[in-house]
């Protein structure tokens, strides 16, 4: 039987924020680029906004299963849309800070050094935070790297966020107007749902709507939906096609340059599913590194509650604190950052612990403020994206889990002196790799990375990776922006080749 062939110049596998940007610097140069994309575009219907739809019934989550290393099976959180996850992110748009790119001790582990520092992303980080509307003001945040204005003034807080800020000031800290991608003043309307739950007014600042709805008027892109590719096929260190299947139907994609970019898990799994004869660890893998690594960011949830204030706070996440960044004064590797969480509502409550009754979760969702703490994760090379046959196997080992304990436990004190008497706290788990990162990490020696400063494969001179696969430390900030910043240089750089 004959395989149908699509023939493009570049093909790009995965329409995130990674893939979107390459596609961005690509289009218009006189290739012919080809995105492939497992799933569609996301539905516009009343369910979008509807908590009971998004978080009770997981409507928009992937029905696939993976299991953890006991063996036990459940559906990740993981979302397959053109633009992938940007379509239910939170649109805070961080640089990483100068020191999240040199090595740095913390506890007895450790966070490597990026073959790439952040001047050489400076000007990426710009253009990123222009194609994304970022919003913020530059010089309150204490750590802030070098850099010009944001592309638009920061939005402004609602009531109980300036209080809390006025609140945080007055323990000497230094709150600042987080960076966000939404088109506030225009499309937004401050609906209340918006971190974790799609727009339908296209309102966020995703990668669907800021980067490839406009690219998609060029006939020099394709987009092909529910298209997912299976494996890549090398021939000698060249990879000359992708097998694709798509309602279906067996495909084969030919191009000159691969460009990977399905969400660091799926990318490392279709690396380690092209295993072949001259491959036998899969492709990219030489150094054994693929599948690796695999880090989420620590990520815990407070939720302060104060029993007399109602929150009515629409859109909370105009808030960060980074005084911590760089560790506590007692405690230099309790670290992180600190931000709004989106709000928290009665319905995601009860997604989590679904014993707690409706009327009791309504009202801590209605009275509380909620906090986001976040600290970097270490990579382990033992925490692992395996394939077991056909099934997917998560074998999640954080690192530096204490740390973040204690700096968790000074958050709490913080909120608790802003006026909390009772915070309430949840950790994010695997199950939810919303910052996964790390699988395909880059690095300047062949024998421990996967990749080389622009992404490319140490063994295929005609492979790059961009999803946050490619990072060899998370930082302790939210990762579209970073992505979408080396993810523009790598694609700068494929226009000159
Ligand atoms: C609820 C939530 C809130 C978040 N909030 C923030 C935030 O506020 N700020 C921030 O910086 N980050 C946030 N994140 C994380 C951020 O969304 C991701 O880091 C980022 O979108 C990852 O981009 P990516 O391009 O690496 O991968 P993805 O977004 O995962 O894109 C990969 C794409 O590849 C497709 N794909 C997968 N497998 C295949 C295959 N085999 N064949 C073809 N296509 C495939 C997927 O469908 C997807 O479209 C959040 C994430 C979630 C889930």
Redesign the pocket.
């Known amino acids: 039987m004959n395989m149908q062939t699509i023939k493009a110049d570049i093909a790009i ?9 390459v596609a961005h610097q690509l289009v218009g140069s006189g290739a012919k680029v080809l995105i ?4 569609d575009f996301l539905p516009k219907e009343p369910q979008n906004s509807d908590a009971e739809a998004v978080f009770l019934q997981a409507r928009y989550k992937t029905r696939d299963t993976w299991t953890d290393a006991e063996g036990k099976s459940y559906r990740p ?10 379509k ?7 640089r990483f800070r100068e020191s999240d790119f040199r090595e740095a001790v913390i506890g007895s582990e450790s966070s490597p050094e990026w073959p790439i520092s952040y001047e050489d992303l400076a000007p990426f980080y710009a253009k990123a935070e222009a194609i994304y509307g970022v919003r913020g003001q530059a010089g309150l945040d204490p750590t802030d790297p070098p850099r010009e204005a944001f592309p638009h003034a920061p939005i402004p807080h609602e009531p109980v966020i300036a209080r809390l800020a006025a609140r945080l000031a007055a323990q000497g800290l230094h709150p600042f107007h987080m960076p ?1 991608a939404i088109d506030y003043g225009g499309a937004c309307v401050r609906c209340g749902t918006c ?2 739950f799609p727009c339908s007014i296209d309102a966020k600042g995703d ?1 669907e709507i800021r980067v490839l709805r406009p690219l998609l008027k060029h006939s020099d892109l394709r987009l092909e939906r529910r ?4 494996r890549l096929i090398a021939d000698g260190p060249r990879i000359v096609a992708a097998e ?1 299947r798509r309602d279906g139907e067996q495909l084969r994609v030919e191009a000159r340059t691969f460009v990977l ?7 490392a ?2 690396l380690l599913r092209s295993a072949c004869e001259a491959a036998p660890e899969g492709l990219a893998n030489r150094s054994g590194v693929v599948g690796r690594h695999l880090m989420n960011h620590h990520l815990t949830g407070l939720m302060g509650v104060h029993p007399l204030r109602r929150n009515e706070t629409k859109f909370p ?1 105009t808030l960060s604190v980074n005084d911590f960044y760089h560790g506590l004064s007692d405690d230099p590797d309790a670290r992180g950052n600190m931000q709004m969480l989106g709000n928290i509502r009665g319905e995601m409550i009860r997604s989590a612990y679904p014993a707690t009754p409706r009327i009791v979760a309504d009202w801590l969702g209605r009275h509380s403020v909620d906090v986001l703490a976040m600290s970097e994760d270490l990579p382990n090379p033992e925490s692992r994206v395996r394939l077991r046959g056909d099934s997917v196997e998560i074998d999640y080992r954080p690192g530096g889990l204490p740390a973040h304990e204690r700096f968790v436990a000074h958050v709490r004190g913080v909120l608790q002196r802003a006026g909390f008497p009772l915070v309430l706290r949840h950790r994010f788990g695997i199950e ?6 790390g699988t395909v990490r880059m690095g300047t020696d062949p024998r421990s990375s996967a990749l080389d400063a622009l992404c490319r494969a140490h063994d295929h001179p005609n492979l790059y990776v ?4 490619f990072f060899p430390s998370s930082a302790a ?7 979408a910043a080396q ?1 523009l240089r790598v694609g700068a750089h494929l226009r000159t080749i």
């Open positions: 596998i995965g329409s995130g924020v990674g893939g979107s940007a492939l994309e497992r799933g959180g993981q979302y397959y849309y053109v633009g992938g996850h940007t239910f992110y939170g649109t805070a748009m961080f966000s971190d974790a990668a298209t997912e590719v299976t694709v970019s399905a969400g660091a898990i799926n990318s799994l279709i996440k939810a790799p919303s910052h996964q990162c961009v999803d946050a696969g900030l939210n990762p579209a922006l970073t992505i993810a």
